[in-house]
């Protein structure tokens, strides 16, 4: 039995890429049955994402094959949510649009996952995280200043205001269906996601805090005091010390206190000269002897870790923050936690078509010698 705050709940995942599958790890993390839909062709072969794929069963079916958009029908009709990622209108042209799904199970929960969302002007056009974050000035945001733009790798886009986004969108809506017995769809798009991120800055600027030009903010690498540094050995720290407190400790253990030029922490006009002398002073040791400096000290520096360093990190290891893979590599282990539905270890990511046959005989009703017809026909892998 699965473990988790959404044991009970079943999810079909109509196989995509990015943020729609990262929605049905993180609901198979907290205890879903999700079952992804993959296509025949890939029947067979080794997951083609060890970490975002893990915990589902996978069922390999051609969706768009008549008879495999029934049998994927019959799938959904016995479940209590499905997610899709395409473009609008092409899950309604494989007859798996809502007004066909939601006939046949008034309390489905219907997830739609896009970058432009399922109207508007763009809403036809192709798209990738870097296009979405763009439109939305998060994007423009990001970066040194006088230079380019910085992609932060596709993370605002497709996870956070995507993936993430529809996660809570069908989990709000799957509570809704369970006191009401009313399904509906949730339109999540990348967009609308990041926009929603930048609530905080959106405050900023509507309060004069924040000009509209990147790398010139309190929050955007502009503010010395709350910025990363190169040190002696080409690796870095970031320092994030905003609070007094945390400036004052951060200025004890650089031997900067009573420096007139760090006397006035908000004062814009010398936060050049301010982040030069930090600049000079971080650049004269190593990354791993500045952590020593500023370990235990109050100064919110922390050193810069790359992807394989982090996992051995002693405050992430011992909160097992990263676990080992079945793949062999680390891979951050679910979140968040609960005391009373605890989560348990996530499944490794399945074969594509491991389970067709156990599922459609399950859950689809489907006979042995049907699955087998199927199979022949390649509408099933």
């Not at 986004?165 to 967009?191: C, K, N, P, Y």
Request: include cysteine; charged fraction near 20%.
């Amino acid at each position: 039995m699965s473990a988790g705050p959404l044991a009970g709940i079943r999810v079909v995942e109509l196989g995509g890429i990015g943020p729609a599958p990262f929605c049905g790890m993180l609901l198979a993390d907290l205890g879903a049955e999700v079952i992804r839909v993959d296509r025949p062709a890939e029947a067979g072969k080794d997951s083609p994402h060890p970490v975002i794929l893990r915990g589902r069963s996978s069922v390999a079916v051609n969706l768009k094959d008549a008879e495999g958009a029934a049998v994927v029908r019959e799938l959904i009709a016995r479940s209590d949510a499905v997610i899709e990622g395409f473009r609008p209108g092409v899950a309604e042209r494989l007859g798996l649009g809502p007004d066909v799904l939601l006939a046949a199970n008034p309390k489905l929960v219907y997830g739609r996952m896009t970058g432009w969302g399922q109207d508007g002007p763009l809403a036809q056009e192709p798209g990738h995280d870097i296009n979405y974050i763009a439109v939305t000035g998060a994007l423009h945001a990001m970066g040194p200043a006088g230079g380019d733009p910085v992609p932060p790798l596709n993370l605002v886009g497709d996870f956070g205001g995507g993936g993430m986004l529809l996660a809570l969108g069908l989990v709000s809506a799957l509570l809704h269906a369970r006191t009401s017995g009313e399904g509906q769809v949730v339109d999540a798009a990348m967009t609308d996601g990041t926009a929603l991120l930048l609530a905080m800055t959106y405050g900023f600027l509507a309060k004069g805090g924040w000009e509209d030009r990147r790398g010139v903010n309190m929050l955007d690498g502009g503010a010395p005091f709350y910025a990363v540094y190169r040190c002696a050995d080409d690796r870095h720290v970031a320092v994030g010390a905003i609070e007094p407190q945390f400036y004052a400790a951060l200025l004890r253990v650089l031997g900067l206190e009573g420096d007139e030029r760090f006397a006035r922490q908000h004062d814009r006009a010398n936060w050049a000269v301010m982040k030069g002398e930090l600049t000079r002073l971080f650049a004269t040791r190593t990354r791993d002897e500045w952590a020593r400096a500023f370990d235990g000290q109050g100064a919110c520096v922390s050193p810069v870790l790359s992807l394989n360093e982090a996992p051995e990190h002693p405050h992430n290891s011992a909160r097992s923050t990263y676990r080992r893979g079945p793949h062999g590599g680390p891979e951050p282990s679910p979140a968040p936690r609960f005391t009373t539905t605890p989560t348990g270890e996530p499944a490794p990511a399945p074969r594509v078509g491991a389970d067709t046959t156990e599922v459609l005989a399950t859950l689809a009703g489907l006979a042995p010698d049907d699955i087998d017809t199927l199979r022949e026909k390649g509408i099933v892998g």
